[in-house]
């Protein structure tokens, strides 16, 4: 058995046409809007490419420095630095201008994407607000139901009252097609913050 895996590693680490074969479809698997604002990503692919082709590590590594070294003083490094530092200078203005205990109990949130589906997940477990999430189709809203549903069963793993707690956190998260529903909490939010 040991000399199959050796023999298949061989196989793929040799064979130049199956190495671009599977760098060509590990790409196809990105979506190309990532590939465009991320270097990073295709950069990485190259230099796993490009270092199996040399058979030497440290050749492998130096590879990999270099590709860094470009990556990192890159426009899209300094974007992505700079947006980092202004998020938290933003976060430290809204903490000390809307304190922690402003009482806020049902929020807005407009897309069930990854980011929508965790910013709803947070809102109901940790900040235990109801959510209304605003999306363009059914399928966003069940895709954030389903991950909402699986983080909250991983994070009451232990829960003895894991089936209730669950119900309750899942009552929370509010889906619509309709933007009056998401108009509503944003309109409450204005008066309330005299916006």
Not at 74 to 88: C, D, E, G, R, V
Not at 98 to 118: A, D, H, T
């Amino acid at each position: 058995m040991q000399k199959k895996i050796k023999w298949n590693k061989w196989f793929y680490e040799n064979n130049i046409i199956i190495r671009r074969i599977i760098k060509k479809r590990v790409l196809s698997t990105i979506p190309p809007s990532q590939l465009k604002n991320y270097p990073a990503i295709s950069e990485c692919i190259d230099c796993i490419h490009r270092g199996l082709g040399y058979y030497n590590l440290d050749k492998g590594l130096e590879l990999e420095a270099i590709a860094f070294g470009k990556l990192a003083i890159s426009a899209q490094a300094k974007a992505l630095i700079n947006i980092f530092f202004q998020l938290n200078e933003y976060k430290k203005k809204i903490t000390k201008q809307y304190p922690s205990s402003m009482n806020c109990n049902k929020l807005s949130v407009l897309g069930g994407g990854l980011m929508g589906g965790g910013i709803s997940f947070v809102s109901i477990y940790h900040a235990k607000t109801q959510v209304v999430l605003k999306d363009i189709s059914i399928d966003g809203i069940l895709a954030a139901y389903k991950s909402n549903y699986n983080l909250l069963k991983k994070k009451l793993k232990f829960n003895k009252k894991k089936n209730i707690d669950l119900k309750r956190y899942m009552s929370q998260l509010n889906g619509t097609l309709d933007y009056k529903k998401f108009m509503e909490v944003i309109l409450l939010l204005k008066l309330f913050m005299k916006i």
